[in-house]
């Protein structure tokens, strides 16, 4: 079966997806693109052989020739068209973060609720990637015991255009709150974020590092170094110290030079090329699961609590204090996810 998928926003990581859609994964076609820069949507739907452009969203959603939908566009819009693929009953890839707002999060789990069926998937791909999947099955293993505190860092070369202080949380940091509810299999209860000395080489109204304090039900702390304007290039790290040991993301570069008295090993220069893996991953599971019918990955329950965490986060770093994570009660379609 050819999964015939609409893919919503033509932007960076939208014609990455179309790239590997088209091009990289089996058993799918990219048949629709829409963008509300019109020519954009139009130069990419010319790369790809077989797509059309939409005018809107909505319409792409509402086409009988599309299977599946792909939402790309800037967060605030992704509300509007999670919960139009739902009405139609299609299954939706959507980006991070599901939505900005925790309101917006619930009115699409409600929706999916309502419906009685799982048709959301949210791109929180990081769950793909070869170092953390190993990194949760040498957990489980219990090879380090019980995980007492994680480091993480999230750095990158430069931060966008109308790249704003929050934004190092509910952009960035979004990636490491998924990640770890995930990897530790338990909910974050509160945020810190502290802020140390600004870098002068970051816009000047970016508070730029940041660390996040994330504090898990069982105590477990993890801290979270987010360094958008690190300038070397795009640099994830994670490190678990257990009661036994520490476990920590291997080193992606693929080969060591050694040459006139170094050692020196590739630092990705960006997200795409360094979570490259993980973006095929999950679509070709997204798309599978269009097949089989069983939707899999990161759900809208996930995508609701990591905008809570965020949002908490959010209000710590304007107060300056530690701020608890409210969230509502899980309701039983997202009980075994
Ligand atoms: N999973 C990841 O690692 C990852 C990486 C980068 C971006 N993202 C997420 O992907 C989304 C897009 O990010 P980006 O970097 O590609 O942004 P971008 O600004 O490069 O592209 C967004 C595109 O959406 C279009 N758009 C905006 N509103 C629209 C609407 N109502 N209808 C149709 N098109 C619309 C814009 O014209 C633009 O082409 C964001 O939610 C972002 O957080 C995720």
Redesign the pocket.
Known sequence: MTVRVGV???????QDHIRRLSQSLSNVAVVGI????RA?AQSIVDKTPGAHVYT??QDLIAASEVDGVVV????P??E?FVLAALEHAKPVFC???LAPTTDACLRIVQSEVARGQRLVQV???RRCDPGYLAMKAALADGKIGSPLLVHCAHRGPSSPPMFSSDMLIT?SAI?EIDLMRWLLDEEIVAGTVLRPRRSSRSPADLQDPLIVLLEMQSGVLVDVEVFVNAEYGYDIRCEVVGELGTLALGDTSEIVLRHAGLRAGHVPGH?IER?VTAYDMEMQAWIDSIGTGQAVGPTAWDGYTATAVASACVTSLESGVRTPVHLESRPALYANT
């Open positions: 919503i926003g033509a932007g960076t990581i939208g829409a963008d509300v820069d954009r809107t969203g790309a566009t800037w967060g819009a992704h509007e980006e991070k973060p791109g929180f791909m952009d990636h997200w979570f």
